[in-house]
Every structure is written in C-alpha cells, then in structure tokens.
C-alpha cells in the first residue's frame, strides 16, 4: 500500500502545478515576485483552493491567514499531520523556494485520495504565511504565531515599506477568502513535514537526489538605525556635518572585519539598506539598514551577535545609533526519529539520499519547537536561490514527492 502511494504520485502533474503557480507574480526573467499578503499570493491562494476543491480536501484558515487543505482521516478527531511549506517569494524570487513544499504536499494527498485508502489521521497540507520576511520582517510569521512564538497581537503593526500594516494585509487575505471556514491558532497537530528545494550545493555535487534535513543553522537579525542631521550639501562644512551615511559606512565596514572568517563559515549579510532622504544635496539625515547574521555553532552565533551593539557605538562617529535585535533562533537539530523514517522511506523507494544540515532557515524551525518535524531536500541547480533563475528538475520535484508521501502516510497511520 504505502508503495502504492508513492507510485502513485504524478510527476507531469506536479510540474504542471508548479508552473501554474508560478504564473501568480511572474517576473520577466523568470522568477516570481510574489510578496507575502500581496494580491498575487491571494491569487495563488485561490489556485489552491480551486485545486484542493478539485481533489475533496477541506479548506480552512487562521487568523494569521495560514492555509490548511485537508485530507479527511478514518479517525478525524486524532490531531492531524501537517505537510507543506509557504507560497510567498522574495521579490526577485525563484518557482520553487517554498511553493515546491506545498504543491509536493498537495501531490501527496491527491495521490493518497486516487488511491482511495484514507490515512488514520487527517493530514493537511499547510502554506505558511509570510515565510520570506522580505515585505514584512522577520520572516516566518505564520508559523511563529501558529505555534506561539510570537503573539498575534505584536505582529499586527508590524509596517510594509508603503506603510502598510500587517493588520490590513491580513485582512485583505480574509477578506477575499471570507467562504473558508476559520480555524484555531494553534489546534493540536501530530507532527510537521516539510519538503523544500536544497538551496546549496551539496546535494548536486554529492549525486545524491534527496536530502533527510538534520537541523537549521542558528539565526539572528537586527534592525539598525543611524540618525544625523540633514543640511545643506553645499554650505555645511565637513567638521559640522552629522552624516548619517558616513557613519553607516564606518559601522557596515567594521561590522564586515569582525565577522570575517578564515573557515568561511559565518554567513553575515547587510540586504537593506536605506538612506534618506536620499536626494543629491541634503546631507543624508538617516540611514536604516539591516543585519542578516547566521552560524551552525550556538557559541559562534552567541559570540558574533553580541558584539555587533559595541561595534555600532565605537563607530557612529557623532551621529546616534539605535540597535534592535528582531530575531534571535539558535541552532536546532531536528528529533531523530523523524530523521530516520524519511532515510527508511528514501531507500525503500530506492531514491539515493544523504544527511545534511539546513543552513536556510524554514517553517519547520518554528513547528519543531510544537510537535515531531522533519524535513526533505531536492536539489536545485548550482545551489541558486534567492534569485530568479532558480531551477530544479521534474524528475527530483516527483523523488522529493514520493519520500514525503509514503513518511507522511506511516506517520498518519501512527
Ligand atoms: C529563508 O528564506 C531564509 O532566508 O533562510
Ligand atoms: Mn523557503
Ligand atoms: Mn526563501
């Protein structure tokens, strides 16, 4: 039977859907902008729905606009198992980053309801909201208030680039899926499994088509504002001047030496920068920027993270600095158990796999911390991500498919 499930899965199908995801916020190079809460994910939510509609699944939503389809168990009062990833992109994003977890979650349940053999439990394919953090931040919002790392309330002002408000956004989604039933936060669920695109490597060069995901890579971010004075570009003399962007670029030049690394391991980034009000002959008022900061190794990250507010003060020059820190998630490993019976569920199906660490992070970060999760990689070509050219094949899209399948369908039937 459990076999069956996983011949069972369609690889033309799941491509097709993949493409036809990818047509909600499609990019002339390619890619997908499609942010989170904007009005193309709602178009895309809509394609789910319609999709699920098609295969008898139940919709229902949560106030944090999480989306669950759901594959009816013979006992649908146990807790469900949760399968899925997120939808939303960055705004020069890939087809895969996210929607590959959702739309290989929706393939799984489509091929267990052709085959007619319903799990014990319900299992649920579930698009996250805002996983990417890019519109609103930090990122994997959804999941963080599905399983009580953040509250609701705090995430509701949180302000798009325009000014827009997570409250408003929501809304928006509510608003045009008001014919879904509405859901708890934070109902009791059995377990999570995630399927995502590999995003590195190793995989590609390892020759290996799955990945059995031992845990994520530890992560801080932090939002740092510089605040000068605005004058005048051409009567202001230099000794007066409260640059902001002078001391932006004395801090972000400090910040990058003491988180250079001889092993290549620290990933620091600086991704946002912005400096207003960025016209040619005001002396720049006000920089804002933000750092991207991410180690395997909970000391490293500890050790790294903490020194960042002494370096922003020793090099403000005299301007003012404020630090905020949005997000501190150390390293995780993901429990054993779940890593072993997707390896088992790979090499019955003889799909090669191998071991590897997260080093992106994902939903599944936050759902490990609520019930048993795991995580499967794909490989993705060259290991780009984050980037519009993006790439995997069909052939590891349906391997990536089946291994979820068949663990999701033993785990359903614990
Ligand atoms: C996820 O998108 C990440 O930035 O790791
Ligand atoms: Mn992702
Ligand atoms: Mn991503």
Same mark, same amino acid.
Request: net charge negative.
């Given at each position: 039977m459990i076999a069956g499930i996983a011949q069972r899965i369609d690889e033309d199908r799941l491509w097709q859907r993949l493409m036809d995801l990818a047509k909600f916020g499609a990019t002339s190079k390619g890619g997908v902008c499609r942010l989170a809460l904007s009005n193309e994910e709602i178009q895309a939510r809509a394609a789910l729905l319609a999709w699920a509609k098609s295969i008898g699944l139940k919709p229902s939503v949560d106030a944090a606009a999480n989306l669950f389809l759901a594959l009816e168990g013979r006992e649908p009062r146990l807790p469900p198992l949760l399968i899925g990833s997120h939808i939303d992109s960055q705004p020069t994003g890939g087809k895969f980053d996210g929607a590959y977890g959702v739309l290989a979650a929706l393939e799984a349940v489509h091929a267990m309801s052709e085959l007619g053999d319903r799990p014990r439990r319900t299992i649920e394919v579930v698009a996250w909201m805002n996983e990417e953090g890019s519109r609103f931040a930090p990122g994997m919002m959804g999941s963080a208030v599905f399983t009580g790392r953040r509250k609701l309330a705090d995430i509701l002002p949180v302000q798009d680039r325009a000014g827009s408000t997570v409250e408003t956004a929501l809304r928006c989604v509510l608003d045009a899926e008001r014919d879904v039933p509405r859901r708890p936060l934070g109902f009791p669920i059995a377990g999570f499994l995630e399927a995502h695109i590999e995003q590195g490597i190793t995989l590609e060069q390892q020759g290996c088509t799955a990945g059995v995901v031992t845990g994520i890579q530890g992560k801080r971010t932090f939002r740092i504002e510089i605040i000068g004075e $605005? /004058?005048?570009a051409g009567t202001t003399p230099r000794s007066v001047r409260r640059n902001a962007l002078t001391s932006a670029v004395a801090v972000v030049d &400090? +910040? !990058?030496? &003491? #988180?250079w690394d001889e092993a290549d391991t620290v990933r620091f980034t600086i991704g946002m920068f912005e400096v207003s009000p960025n016209v040619p002959s005001v002396v720049p008022g006000k920089v804002h920027f933000s750092i991207d900061l991410r180690h395997d190794n909970a000391h490293v990250i500890e050790r790294l993270g903490n020194m960042i507010p002494g370096i922003c %003060?020793? @090099?403000r020059g005299r301007c003012e600095i404020a630090i905020r820190e949005l +997000?501190?998630? &150390?390293? +995780? !490993?993901?429990? %054993? $158990? #779940?890593? /072993?019976?997707?390896?088992? &569920?790979? !090499?019955? +199906?003889?799909? /090669? =796999? #191998?071991r590897l660490q997260s080093p992106a992070g994902h939903d599944a970060r936050y759902l490990h911390y609520f019930c048993p999760t795991g995580m499967i990689f794909i490989p993705c070509k060259d290991g780009i991500s =984050? @980037? %519009?050219a993006e790439s995997i094949t069909p052939a590891d899209a349906a391997a990536g498919a089946r291994i979820l399948a068949q663990t999701a369908f033993e785990l359903a039937n614990q």
């Open positions: $605005e /004058s005048h &400090a +910040l !990058q030496k &003491a #988180m %003060e020793a @090099n +997000l501190y998630d &150390a390293p +995780l !490993q993901f429990p %054993e $158990e #779940m890593c /072993s019976r997707i390896a088992t &569920a790979a !090499q019955r +199906l003889c799909i /090669s =796999h #191998m =984050h @980037n %519009e």
